[in-house]
């Protein structure tokens, strides 16, 4: 069971933008690296585009799963897991990383901050503890509050788009994906075959 | 001397065996056919030394340049006093130790060290002070930097090395827990050993390179060093001189750097053609290949002894004029030109003998012979065509004893059927048979011939197969033996692979009516080719042979249209992907990263034949057959 990234975002209106973001690309291979990290960056700000404030979801896309956390106050997490990994874990990961971010940096400095200007740390150690669920995460601490009914659940990226709308599309108008990593992505898509990482 | 167009394609065969000679000649130009003795030497090489020079020059042709002995330098070694050494071996701090501790024990009379890639300064130091207390200094003749880290397999084919290849394999690329420092050593390697070749080859390249992939790693840090080197005055290794005066290719060479991932079918297809299956089946590298041959039953008074295998090796040299003409041809054809070799070679040997008992010489000696003074000429010409002959003979032996060990495998593992498919795979023609009666057939193939049909199908499918198929297909071939491990990694790859776009269609391959194999089956051939699909190779373009055609002819395509662009020549660095050259190239060098093989290289050369004046070389950082390949994916998909 494996975490991938860890992101904090701010849905403004109409941009979502990124805030911090942590990765664990380590099982990937040297080369492949970059764009996978990118991707996820792609992909984790889409989903937080697609959800509504005050919602939490979950995203498959093939072996991986999103998962989304909207605040009410727009502030936005998103942690990439494998299927593998337990999703109440991941939700608490968020709630708790959240709580944080929002004591450790200024509420003014959401809608404008960047990962070069946010001043929180943290991110990495999370990710990296939070590798086990079980040291990270004891039953005890788990919320009980959180209710799993009101979890919204995709099976594909796709779901979270308009009618109409395309992936290829964002993926080329992406500010986030490199020339390289658009390019993996066409011609994957070329073969048929669903997204190329994500 | 004035050398045309054609000879201005160089061989990279010949430019290396120049340079060796050179060095053995105490580093001065090595004039042929130079009349008196050659000086005795000895000549003292680490394993990577021997791995240059085995494939290059002979025993003899070692003696002749007047090496007595040869050794080991990590050997006991005796003191010949009055004999200069010439040493060839890679500046490692053992090779180094071991140098100075000869100097220290004054073994020979005076020393000629060459180092097969540069030295550094602190190490060059440390044999000056070596020599310095041991009161050698003037026995120390000459220091040179021979930068020939590399291997030349053909005239047109280069290996990186064969020692410590693990450090440069595919796997040592491609595995996830590669930290940078150790990605930065493996790249270095790779480009020490290709700048060597291009200082050896004498000529500075355009280099073209896909992104995103260890191919470009490699085509910035040589640029970088090429850049570098020409720039500085002094040491400059592309002076007038070394390129190769007199060539009348006013063109510089491309070099396209490819990534072993964009093909990894290529790697893991069963093959038709000759060297590419002696590589594939048989014991076989550097040029040598090693047969296990049962001897037959034994017959002694206890009773018939169990068969017996004697082990035979065989060089497949340049000299070897059969291997030279049919190394790339198709297997059929290859047995077939065997078996016309034989009978010519008997219908010589028959006008020898008819001519002997002629002269009632009948089995007398050629002391004999000479004597007489009737019909000498006739008899004369017979016999001094015997050396002919008797090579002739050798080499048909040769080509008998490996021929029949690789058909032994085509018709025990029915390699016939597996190329047929795979190449209909490859090409996406419809298949008349199911994958899954394939691997499930028990007399077709190895585990190891299963798991590779399958990794072709999965890795060229369109659409990967559903979960449901999958589970199916692996459980026939884990019922079939294989171990399932490739497919894990194979899995990863395809997803994040850049699949440029399908391979070009190979055409079908279809079996031709039996009039060749007939005619072979019918003269008593001791190839039995009965239940061979006698297959035509159509020729078609494997993915790297496409890249090359696309950036030698500057056809524009949007596989390669922004690989980017280097030329180590240009005063600044030029980062754009827009060539500034338009003219096709007339030579390039493919080199893959990660690893290539015979097949790759067949296809290039093949494509190579029908151009006029164009020349191409091969080189990878290892070479390696399928199960080499199949073994390293196994590792990669261990997690």
Known sequence: MKLYSLSVFYKGEPKVVLLKAAYDVSSFSFFQRSSVQEFMTFTSQLIVERSAKGSRASVKEQEYLCHVYVRNDSLAGVVIADSEYPSRVAFTLLEKVLDEFSKQVDRIDWPVGSPATIQYTALDAHLSRYQNPREADPMTKVQAELDETKIILHNTMESLLERGEKLDDLVSKSEVLGTQSKAFYKTARKQNSCCAIM | ?639
């Not at chain 2, 100075?100 to 060290?113: F, G, I, K, V």
Request: hydrophobic share 40%.
């Open chain 2, 1 to 639: 001397m004035v050398r045309g167009k054609m000879a201005a394609a160089a061989s990279i065969r010949e430019r290396q065996t120049v340079a060796l000679k050179r060095m053995l000649n105490f580093n001065v130009p090595h004039v042929k056919n130079s009349t008196g003795e050659p000086v005795w030497k000895v000549l003292i090489y680490d394993r990577f030394g021997q791995d240059i020079i085995s494939p290059l020059l002979s025993v003899k042709e070692l003696r002749d340049m007047g090496i007595t002995l040869h050794l080991l330098l990590h050997s006991d070694r005796d003191p010949i006093p009055d004999v200069p050494a010439v040493y060839f071996v890679m500046p490692t701090e053992e090779n180094i130790d071991r140098m100075c501790q000869d100097l220290r024990n004054q073994l020979y009379e005076s020393y000629y060290l060459n180092f097969i890639s540069a030295i550094s300064r602190s190490k060059l130091e440390d044999i000056a002070n070596a020599a310095l207390a041991a009161s050698a200094v003037t026995q120390v003749a000459k220091v040179f930097d021979q930068y020939l880290n590399f291997i030349t397999l053909e005239d047109d084919m280069f290996v990186l090395c064969n020692q410590n290849k693990e450090l440069i394999s595919y796997r040592a690329i491609n595995r996830p827990d590669i930290t940078d420092t150790e990605m930065e050593t493996v790249m270095d390697t790779i480009v020490d050993s290709l700048f060597c070749f291009f200082v050896t080859l004498g000529a500075v390249p355009i280099i073209r390179c896909s992104r995103g992939t260890a191919a470009e790693m490699v085509a910035v840090k040589l640029d970088k060093k090429l850049r570098e080197n020409l720039r500085d005055a002094r040491n400059s290794l592309f002076t007038g001189d070394t390129l190769g005066a007199g060539q009348f290719s006013f063109q510089r060479p491309l070099l396209v750097l490819v990534d072993r991932n964009i093909d990894l079918a290529t790697p893991l297809h069963h093959t038709w053609t000759y060297q590419a299956l002696v590589h594939d089946v048989l014991d076989f590298h550097l040029n040598r290949v090693n047969l296990e041959e049962s001897s037959g039953v034994e017959n002694s008074p206890a009773g018939a002894r169990p068969k017996r295998k004697s082990k035979k090796s065989y060089d497949l040299t340049p000299v070897d004029k059969f291997w030279q003409k049919h190394k790339g041809s198709p297997f059929p054809e290859v047995a077939e030109s065997v078996q016309q070799e034989l009978e010519s070679y008997r219908a010589q040997e028959d006008e020898v003998k008819r001519l002997k008992s002629i002269m009632g010489l009948e089995g007398e000696d050629e002391g004999a012979i000479s004597m007489l003074s009737d019909n000498t000429a006739k008899l004369t010409s017979a016999v001094s065509s015997l050396p002919e002959l008797l090579e002739k003979k050798r080499l048909i032996d040769l080509h008998t004893n490996v021929a029949t060990a690789v058909l032994e495998h085509i018709k025990a593992r029915k390699l016939d059927v597996y190329f047929e498919y795979e190449e209909k795979i490859m090409s996406k023609t419809t298949l008349d048979k199911s994958l899954l009666d394939i691997i499930s057939d028990p007399d077709a193939g190895t585990p190891e011939d299963k798991m590779r049909l399958f990794l072709i199908y999965y890795i060229s499918t369109q659409q990967v197969p559903s979960e449901a198929d999958l589970e199916q297909y692996k459980k026939a071939l884990t019922d079939a033996g294989c171990n399932l491990t490739p497919l894990q990694y194979i899995k990863q790859w395809k997803a994040f692979a850049k699949m440029a776009s399908a391979p070009t269609s190979y055409g079908s391959t279809t079996a031709k009516p039996m009039g060749l194999l007939s005619r072979v089956m019918n003269t008593g051939s001791q190839f039995v080719m009965e239940g061979v699909k006698n297959l035509v190779l159509k020729q078609q373009n494997l993915p790297v042979t496409r890249i090359l055609d696309n950036l030698m002819e500057m056809k524009s395509n949007p596989e390669t249209d922004d690989y980017r662009y280097f030329d180590p020549k240009m005063l600044r660095g030029n980062d754009s992907s827009v060539p500034r050259n338009k003219n096709p190239f007339q030579e390039a060098i493919v080199f893959v990263v990660g690893g290539g093989n015979y097949i790759e290289y067949q296809n290039l050369v093949d494509y190579i034949k029908g151009k006029q004046g164009k020349h191409i070389l091969y080189g990878c950082s290892e070479l390696f057959n399928a199960t080499q390949f199949i073994k390293q994916l196994s590792q990669l998909g261990q997690k």
